[in-house]
């Protein structure tokens, strides 16, 4: 019998590295990032103990353009120690050791941005919804004049000054921004999608394009807005986690009255009532009062959950039927929902593989086809004899075509709306990087307790071997009341059901995957598994008949002995999960072989595994021994797929940290769990470890999908540019369609 650490580690870091991917907001610079932002080394790491920290929250930073320029004006700024984003609420956080921020606020300023310094801490919130229409009047308006001037042109009427005069017309009304943007990039010899618009379109006006170079403006322009509003719908998908508690709390006074106030007033320890019908506002215990709660915006649980005295209450859940009076346990940017949505939100800094090959693949990218462009415009006029204005205008169209909008976007997008649909089905995903992981996943290793069974086994029998039956009882309650392994709670709950005190218990400790010991009246004493009775060398031959007979029945032992004997043997039976057996035949469907690891004996541990449908089981596994199994398993698969590990989020942390992927059954409540997995599964239903899977791989089918889509769209233009037949209104279509494209692609996982 192993007791539980609740201090957990789980072996590697769980920090945010680097970007938060863009998810939405208004309005977006260029729909997605042009160029890959560089990754300063210091941004990885944990700021220094000396560094203080101010955020600051800057609406035009809102895709990883901004971010870029951002990265370059203050990540090497004296005094800076590191920078983390969020573009999802579009908050910088700045590790300084600065006097003052006032050279940090003028910095971001001369980059066109305005910085407001926020309150640090807390539960960041999501800008909630689109910033405005789908179009504008102005670029309405716009639209209307640059339509005007390619008819005029076309049929020639009045040219040429109605044609240049709607042209300049529309430029002026939609294009100023982007030339203003465009120029700041090019003065820190940036090239972002506003610098080469900028280019692309100056040259069209030199070239005599006045109507082409309007349209290409105000297209542009309006392909931003529509892309904005369009992202928004992922945002708003993650701001609606934090719009399920509500703003208010009804919380008693000290007089004993009720009063209604803000939530975010409400205190640790406070009482608070909740009527039926109503949201609870914070985490809490119920006091008093019995009811059904519909916990699914937390959990994912599709039945509602009987509360009763001493249960747990979520924020964000709903009371369904009797009055609750409740004691809370979390301020309100601290309840399990804040904390949900604060892994929702950085957990796209865990970077899939995709996002970084896609965002290297794009630093290279886009200075190649622009220095192709410019090798277009001036080799054929100055080598071959061919005519500038047609080469220009080529190298131009390549300009439009250099941009990776569409490219760049595709992944964020969809980690984004992949890790909101999981979040809504009780899923919580730390990072796009194990989303996109989760489909290669080939082997499962599932800690029998508390995953594969419910977690609360029952005694169901108690044989005395030597001394007074009661005197034995009373001891083993005392120390099993000292430990948290399921069955020692087991012990200690039937003695107190059976009306046995727990006495004092001195020089008290745990022994890992073996039991505990501890001194009563003076006396030491050990409680424990068969592998511990065998250290102590006090097993007999009766006693291993007895232990086989248990075992076989699918029961779990513990001993009670002192220093010569064994004095008394207790067992409990762990019922299965309703559903582990259709869980473990889910996996399989998917070609992922489970395999259980015990604690407890070798024929306890096959007995629960057959009624599970696993084919596979390992009992007697100290925690070393789970870490070695899961090890084993990678080296079997030789680099063919990935090894899961499922526990309870708190122990098994060398197994949890061998795995690809750590899985934690039940986190909901559980600081520790949502701190530390890979993968927190909120409530006990393991049906949604293949449901994460399934997600898994639609978010890397649509991933691909996007990535075909954005370099085969922007390969045909190209090619089409060179033989003669592009022009940079295709390209523009081409670019801001493909960018559209992916985006409504990447949120179809939000109906998942």
């Given at each position: 019998?192993?007791?539980?650490?609740?201090?957990?580690?789980?072996?590697?870091?769980?920090?945010?590295?680097?970007?938060?991917?863009?998810?939405?907001?208004?309005?977006?610079?260029?729909?997605?990032?042009?160029?890959?932002?560089?990754?300063?080394?210091?941004?990885?790491?944990?700021?220094?103990?000396?560094?203080?920290?101010?955020?600051?929250?800057?609406?035009?930073?809102?895709?990883?353009?901004?971010?870029?320029?951002?990265?370059?004006?203050?990540?090497?700024?004296?005094?800076?120690?590191?920078?983390?984003?969020?573009?999802?609420?579009?908050?910088?956080?700045?590790?300084?050791?600065?006097?003052?921020?006032?050279?940090?606020?003028?910095?971001?300023?001369?980059?066109?941005?305005?910085?407001?310094?926020?309150?640090?801490?807390?539960?960041?919130?999501?800008?909630?919804?689109?910033?405005?229409?789908?179009?504008?009047?102005?670029?309405?308006?716009?639209?209307?004049?640059?339509?005007?001037?390619?008819?005029?042109?076309?049929?020639?009427?009045?040219?040429?000054?109605?044609?240049?005069?709607?042209?300049?017309?529309?430029?002026?009304?939609?294009?100023?921004?982007?030339?203003?943007?465009?120029?700041?990039?090019?003065?820190?010899?940036?090239?972002?999608?506003?610098?080469?618009?900028?280019?692309?379109?100056?040259?069209?006006?030199?070239?005599?394009?006045?109507?082409?170079?309007?349209?290409?403006?105000?297209?542009?322009?309006?392909?931003?807005?529509?892309?904005?509003?369009?992202?928004?719908?992922?945002?708003?998908?993650?701001?609606?986690?934090?719009?399920?508690?509500?703003?208010?709390?009804?919380?008693?006074?000290?007089?004993?009255?009720?009063?209604?106030?803000?939530?975010?007033?409400?205190?640790?320890?406070?009482?608070?009532?909740?009527?039926?019908?109503?949201?609870?506002?914070?985490d809490a215990v119920v006091a008093a009062g019995h009811s059904s709660v519909d916990q699914s915006p937390v959990t994912g649980e599709s039945l509602p959950a009987e509360k009763g005295p001493g249960e747990a209450l979520f924020a964000g859940s709903v009371n369904q039927e009797g009055e609750l009076t409740a004691t809370?346990?979390?301020?309100?940017?601290?309840?399990?929902?804040?904390?949900?949505?604060?892994?929702?939100?950085?957990?796209?800094?865990?970077?899939?593989?995709?996002?970084?090959?896609?965002?290297?693949?794009?630093?290279?990218?886009?200075?190649?086809?622009?220095?192709?462009?410019?090798?277009?415009?001036?080799?054929?006029?100055?080598?071959?004899?061919?005519?500038?204005?047609?080469?220009?205008?080529?190298?131009?169209?390549?300009?439009?075509?250099?941009?990776?909008?569409?490219?760049?976007?595709?992944?964020?997008?969809?980690?984004?709306?992949?890790?909101?649909?999981?979040?809504?089905?009780?899923?919580?995903?730390?990072?796009?990087?194990?989303?996109?992981?989760?489909?290669?996943?080939?082997?499962?290793?599932?800690?029998?307790?508390?995953?594969?069974?419910?977690?609360?086994?029952?005694?169901?029998?108690?044989?005395?071997?030597?001394?007074?039956?009661?005197?034995?009882?009373?001891?083993?309650?005392?120390?099993?009341?000292?430990?948290?392994?399921?069955?020692?709670?087991?012990?200690?709950?039937?003695?107190?059901?059976?009306?046995?005190?727990?006495?004092?218990?001195?020089?008290?400790?745990?022994?890992?995957?073996?039991?505990?010991?501890?001194?009563?009246?003076?006396?030491?004493?050990?409680?424990?598994?068969?592998?511990?009775?065998?250290?102590?060398?006090?097993?007999?031959?009766?006693?291993?008949?007895?232990?086989?007979?248990?075992?076989?029945?699918?029961?779990?032992?513990?001993?009670?002995?002192?220093?010569?004997?064994?004095?008394?043997?207790?067992?409990?039976?762990?019922?299965?999960?309703?559903?582990?057996?259709?869980?473990?035949?889910?996996?399989?469907?998917?070609?992922?072989?489970?395999?259980?690891?015990?604690?407890?004996?070798?024929?306890?541990?096959?007995?629960?595994?057959?009624?599970?449908?696993?084919?596979?089981?390992?009992?007697?596994?100290?925690?070393?021994?789970?870490?070695?199994?899961?090890?084993?398993?990678?080296?079997?698969?030789?680099?063919?797929?990935?090894?899961?590990?499922?526990?309870?989020?708190?122990?098994?942390?060398?197994?949890?940290?061998?795995?690809?992927?750590?899985?934690?059954?039940?986190?909901?409540?559980?600081?520790?769990?949502?701190?530390?997995?890979?993968?927190?599964?909120?409530?006990?239903?393991?049906?949604?470890?293949?449901?994460?899977?399934?997600?898994?791989?639609?978010?890397?089918?649509?991933?691909?999908?996007?990535?075909?889509?954005?370099?085969?769209?922007?390969?045909?233009?190209?090619?089409?540019?060179?033989?003669?037949?592009?022009?940079?209104?295709?390209?523009?279509?081409?670019?801001?369609?493909?960018?559209?494209?992916?985006?409504?692609?990447?949120?179809?996982?939000?109906?998942?």
């Amino acid at each position: 019998m192993s007791t539980h650490d609740h201090g957990h580690s789980h072996g590697r870091p769980h920090t945010q590295e680097g970007p938060q991917p863009f998810a939405g907001g208004a309005p977006c610079c260029c729909g997605g990032a042009c160029q890959a932002a560089p990754r300063p080394e210091k941004e990885d790491g944990p700021p220094p103990a000396s560094a203080r920290s101010d955020v600051f929250r800057i609406e035009a930073m809102d895709c990883p353009t901004e971010e870029a320029m951002l990265r370059k004006a203050l990540g090497g700024m004296p005094g800076v120690a590191g920078l983390r984003f969020n573009l999802l609420s579009r908050e910088l956080t700045v590790h300084h050791d600065l006097p003052d921020t006032l050279g940090i606020v003028a910095a971001i300023a001369a980059l066109g941005m305005e910085a407001v310094p926020v309150t640090a801490g807390g539960a960041p919130r999501p800008v909630a919804g689109p910033a405005g229409p789908w179009v504008t009047p102005v670029q309405a308006l716009g639209l209307c004049l640059s339509l005007l001037a390619e008819a005029a042109d076309w049929l020639h009427i009045a040219a040429p000054w109605l044609p240049v005069a709607c042209a300049l017309a529309a430029i002026a009304l939609c294009a100023l921004p982007i030339y203003r943007k465009g120029f700041i990039a090019l003065s820190r010899r940036e090239l972002n999608i506003n610098a080469l618009m900028s280019i692309a379109a100056t040259g069209a006006l030199i070239l005599g394009q006045f109507p082409e170079a309007a349209m290409v403006m105000v297209l542009f322009a309006i392909a931003e807005q529509l892309e904005s509003v369009s992202l928004a719908k992922a945002n708003v998908a993650v701001a609606a986690l934090l719009s399920l508690a509500p703003d208010v709390a009804t919380l008693r006074r000290e007089d004993g009255t009720f009063a209604t106030v803000a939530a975010g007033s409400v205190p640790v320890g406070a009482t608070i009532r909740i009527r039926p019908g109503e949201r609870v506002p914070l985490d809490a215990v119920v006091a008093a009062g019995h009811s059904s709660v519909d916990q699914s915006p937390v959990t994912g649980e599709s039945l509602p959950a009987e509360k009763g005295p001493g249960e747990a209450l979520f924020a964000g859940s709903v009371n369904q039927e009797g009055e609750l009076t409740a004691t809370t346990t979390a301020l309100a940017d601290d309840s399990t929902l804040a904390r949900i949505t604060r892994a929702v939100l950085a957990s796209p800094g865990k970077e899939a593989d995709m996002k970084r090959f896609v965002d290297r693949f794009a630093a290279v990218y886009t200075p190649a086809v622009f220095a192709a462009a410019v090798a277009v415009a001036l080799a054929p006029p100055l080598f071959l004899g061919g005519s500038f204005a047609e080469w220009i205008y080529k190298g131009l169209v390549i300009l439009v075509i250099a941009c990776p909008c569409a490219l760049v976007i595709s992944t964020p997008v969809s980690v984004v709306s992949g890790l909101a649909a999981a979040a809504r089905r009780g899923i919580l995903v730390k990072g796009g990087l194990f989303l996109e992981r989760g489909h290669a996943l080939r082997a499962m290793a599932l800690d029998k307790t508390g995953t594969v069974t419910t977690g609360r086994p029952v005694q169901t029998d108690f044989e005395n071997l030597a001394g007074d039956a009661a005197e034995n009882r009373a001891v083993a309650a005392s120390l099993a009341a000292r430990s948290d392994h399921p069955v020692s709670r087991a012990v200690a709950q039937q003695a107190a059901a059976d009306g046995i005190v727990p006495g004092h218990v001195s020089a008290f400790s745990a022994l890992p995957g073996l039991g505990v010991r501890g001194a009563v009246e003076g006396q030491a004493y050990h409680l424990g598994n068969h592998r511990l009775i065998e250290r102590l060398g006090v097993c007999s031959p009766a006693v291993e008949a007895r232990l086989t007979a248990l075992e076989g029945a699918g029961k779990t032992a513990v001993l009670l002995a002192d220093a010569s004997r064994v004095l008394a043997i207790f067992a409990a039976a762990d019922i299965i999960r309703p559903h582990s057996r259709e869980a473990v035949e889910a996996l399989a469907r998917l070609g992922v072989a489970t395999v259980m690891l015990s604690g407890d004996n070798a024929r306890t541990a096959a007995a629960v595994a057959r009624e599970a449908g696993i084919a596979e089981a390992r009992g007697d596994q100290m925690p070393e021994d789970k870490a070695a199994a899961v090890s084993a398993l990678r080296k079997a698969l030789d680099g063919k797929g990935l090894v899961g590990m499922v526990g309870d989020g708190i122990n098994d942390a060398p197994a949890l940290a061998r795995a690809d992927i750590g899985f934690a059954m039940g986190a909901a409540g559980t600081d520790a769990a949502i701190e530390t997995a890979d993968v927190a599964i909120m409530d006990d239903d393991p049906r949604k470890l293949a449901a994460f899977i399934g997600l898994s791989k639609a978010t890397v089918s649509v991933l691909r999908q996007n990535i075909a889509l954005a370099l085969g769209l922007k390969g045909l233009v190209l090619a089409l540019t060179v033989a003669g037949y592009g022009s940079m209104l295709l390209a523009v279509f081409a670019d801001m369609g493909t960018s559209l494209l992916v985006i409504g692609n990447g949120l179809r996982l939000l109906r998942r």
